[in-house]
């Protein structure tokens, strides 16, 4: 389920949605979603993520997407993994 744009759905409101979808339903989040606020969406339930305007606008340096893209990865993963340590 995409659930779009993430700046009208706060993560309490995917929580809400979340309680009554079947488990097994991934859900991502996109439109809005920043190495910022990944932590709160999967807290909340979000599977995973879309990103667009977060790592790309037109005329963005291709190093500084790729920079952009490596922080993005690596805010995912520790909030993975922050999530992993809370069970």
Same mark, same amino acid.
């Given at each position: 389920?995409?659930?779009?744009?993430?700046?009208?759905?706060?993560? +309490?409101?995917?929580?809400?949605?979340?309680?009554?979808?079947? !488990?097994?339903? &991934?859900?991502?989040? @996109?439109?809005? /979603?920043? %190495?910022?606020?990944?932590?709160?969406?999967?807290? +909340?339930?979000?599977?995973?993520?879309?990103?667009?305007?977060? !790592?790309?606008? &037109?005329?963005?340096? @291709?190093?500084? /997407?790729? %920079?952009?893209?490596?922080?993005?990865?690596?805010?995912?993963?520790?909030?993975?993994?922050?999530?992993?340590?809370?069970?």
């Amino acid at each position: 389920l995409k659930i779009f744009p993430a700046e009208l759905f706060t993560p +309490a409101a995917v929580k809400a949605v979340r309680a009554v979808l079947p !488990l097994e339903l &991934p859900v991502f989040v @996109v439109g809005g /979603v920043n %190495a910022g606020n990944m932590t709160d969406y999967l807290k +909340a339930g979000a599977t995973g993520f879309g990103l667009g305007s977060a !790592l790309f606008k &037109p005329g963005k340096p @291709v190093e500084q /997407v790729a %920079a952009d893209a490596r922080e993005i990865v690596a805010a995912f993963r520790a909030a993975q993994a922050q999530l992993q340590d809370s069970i």
